[in-house]
């Protein structure tokens, strides 16, 4: 049964490149196509707007500021196709360093939540912080749908269980994921446990949308807070769409009422 409090969420996996006039094309297509299934809100990738293989000078070079080319175009496809439009983008820095910020944006409004990754992925090999500024520590910016709070972090961040759990406490029911999960050893097992076990903790939904391969591990999902997986992808280019309802986050926290018994609180590092 569809109930009016429902709000139907999409995941969609692709895989940006070098060129962010491309890259807004596949969000439009992807976006359309997630409609057309009934869609809300539309999840995509972290770094959608420009991403290479190796960060380096050509990330600043192709950096543009949130008022740019591409999240206008974000903005005319969420007025367009009247849906919320959660996408990670390459913000203008400095001259040394690009921001890594996932934006929503919500159809007629623009901008209504920003959030700039907090963890940085230095590790696996990688030194993101050497071309990225990590975000600064500030109240979660939060968006509503249909009754539904929505908060945001990014790829990395997921190994951080503070970072979901400061979300939660911000009073969130829904955590959007942008990602660039890296392929490797273990790393789709790492992914998929650890998007679970961030439903489960929290008792939230989490809509984790990936890059697919070659450097992506795909797998993008829509898992509901007792870490069913309602809907998820393979490696392909795809959306995937479920409906998120706060009837299902109330009977799971009057069953699971973990937020209210948690003992210790979440506080940032000196």
């Known amino acids: 049964m569809v109930r009016s409090e429902d709000v139907s969420v999409a995941v969609a996996q692709f895989a940006p490149g070098p060129d962010s006039t491309a890259n807004l094309g596949l969000v439009e297509a992807h976006a359309r196509w997630a409609r057309e299934l009934g869609a809300d809100v539309v999840v995509v990738p972290e770094y959608a ?12 070079e192709n950096a543009q500021p949130l008022d740019g080319p591409f999240v206008t175009g974000l903005r005319g496809l969420a007025d367009e196709l009247g849906i919320y439009l959660v996408a990670g983008v390459v913000e203008t820095g400095d001259d040394e360093r690009v921001r890594n910020t996932t934006v929503a944006i919500a159809p007629g409004r ?20 050497r071309w990225v500024h990590p975000g600064a520590i500030e109240e979660p910016e939060l968006f509503e749908v249909a009754g539904l709070r929505f908060g945001i972090q990014a790829c990395y961040d997921l190994r951080f269980p503070e970072t ?42 989490v809509a984790a949308a990936g890059h697919t391969p070659s450097i992506g591990v795909g797998n993008s999902m829509l898992v509901d807070p007792t870490g069913i997986c309602l809907a998820g ?23 699971n009422p973990s937020l209210e018994l948690r003992r210790f609180d979440v506080h940032p590092r000196a």
């Open 49 to 60: 707007s420009y991403f290479t293989r190796d960060l380096g000078p050509d990330w600043l």
């Open 110 to 129: 623009g901008i209504v939540a920003r959030y700039r990754k907090l963890h940085l992925y230095d590790a696996f090999g990688s030194t993101e912080s």
């Open 164 to 205: 979901t759990r400061r979300l939660a406490v911000a009073g969130v029911d829904v955590v959007c994921l942008p990602a660039e999960w890296v392929r490797g050893p273990l790393k789709e097992f790492h992914w998929r446990t650890l998007v679970t076990a961030r439903a489960i903790e929290n008792t939230v939904y």
């Open 233 to 255: 992808l393979a490696e392909e280019p795809d959306v995937a769409v479920a409906r998120f309802s706060a009837e299902r986050i109330r009977t799971v926290r009057k069953t």
